[in-house]
């Protein structure tokens, strides 16, 4: 069993930081948040719905719908721009194309990213990451999961690109699930998880 007892609720507007050392299950529990993995027992409820009851075609509608996931590297398709690739998931969803592409420029205004119609592999790491959180967002999620967001970033990249997750999330009402082994990352979260031996250990109240 990778993960134990563990139970805790993300409300909207809401951010929860999880930490605990390499091998915790971290990314483990994100994933199974993310509805990318399903655990063997326990329940999910996300917007209302007990995603473990979806089957895998509703499941996939309904993460576009509900879910944005944002993980270490943006993993952008690199041969589309900037707002091609935030504007995909939306036309999935079945926006059509100028439409979906007028709310990726907006999504990528509001993360202040000039370079919007450069192909994605041209980008730098934090460039990246800022069309990563546009993409997360352009569903209108309820909630967003993010996997070590800013690990492969540093120093001022890195504060920059933080304080943009957590201000645009706050700013569009969506929940925010953060990975993160980075202390001043997570310490800006509203509540911080400790996850050890693959349990819940401790649930520190942040006063802010
Ligand atoms: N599909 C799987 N089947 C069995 N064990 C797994 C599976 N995926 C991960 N594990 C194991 O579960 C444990 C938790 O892994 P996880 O990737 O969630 O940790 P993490 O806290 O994210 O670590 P890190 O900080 O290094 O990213 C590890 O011991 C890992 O080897
Ligand atoms: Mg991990």
Same mark, same amino acid.
């Given at each position: 069993m990778i993960l134990d007892d563990v139970s805790f609720t993300v409300d909207r507007g809401e951010s929860v930081a999880v930490v605990g050392p390499s091998g915790s299950g971290k990314s483990t529990l994100a994933a199974i948040v993310a509805t990318l993995l399903?655990?063997?027992?326990?329940? &999910?409820?996300?917007?209302g719905t007990d995603v473990l009851t979806l089957r895998s075609s509703r499941l996939a509608a309904f993460r576009r719908a509900t879910i944005g996931v944002i993980f270490q590297q @943006? #993993?952008? %398709?690199?041969?589309?721009?900037? &707002? #091609?690739? %935030?504007? =995909?998931? @939306?036309?999935?969803?079945?926006?059509?194309? /100028? @439409?979906? #592409?007028?709310? $990726?420029? !907006?999504l990528l205004d509001e993360v202040q990213l000039g370079e919007t119609d450069t192909p994605a592999g041209d980008l730098s790491g934090g460039e990246a990451q800022r069309v990563g959180i546009a993409r997360a967002l352009v569903g209108s999620p309820a909630l967003v999961v993010a996997d070590e967001?800013?690990?492969?970033?540093?120093?001022?990249?890195?504060? %920059? &690109? /933080?304080?943009? =997750?957590?201000?645009?999330?706050? $700013?569009?009402g969506a929940g925010l699930l953060i990975v993160s082994h980075d202390p001043e990352v997570a310490s800006r979260a509203d509540r &911080?998880?400790?996850?050890?031996?693959?349990?819940?250990? @401790?649930? =520190?109240? !942040? %006063?802010h």
């Open positions: 399903r655990p063997q027992s326990g329940t &999910v409820r996300i917007d @943006a #993993e952008l %398709v690199p041969t589309m721009t900037a &707002v #091609e690739n %935030v504007a =995909l998931p @939306a036309m999935l969803d079945g926006l059509d194309r /100028a @439409a979906a #592409e007028r709310r $990726a420029r !907006e967001p800013t690990a492969s970033l540093d120093g001022r990249t890195k504060s %920059v &690109v /933080a304080d943009l =997750l957590y201000s645009r999330l706050e $700013a569009h &911080v998880l400790r996850l050890e031996d693959r349990r819940l250990t @401790a649930q =520190l109240a !942040e %006063v």
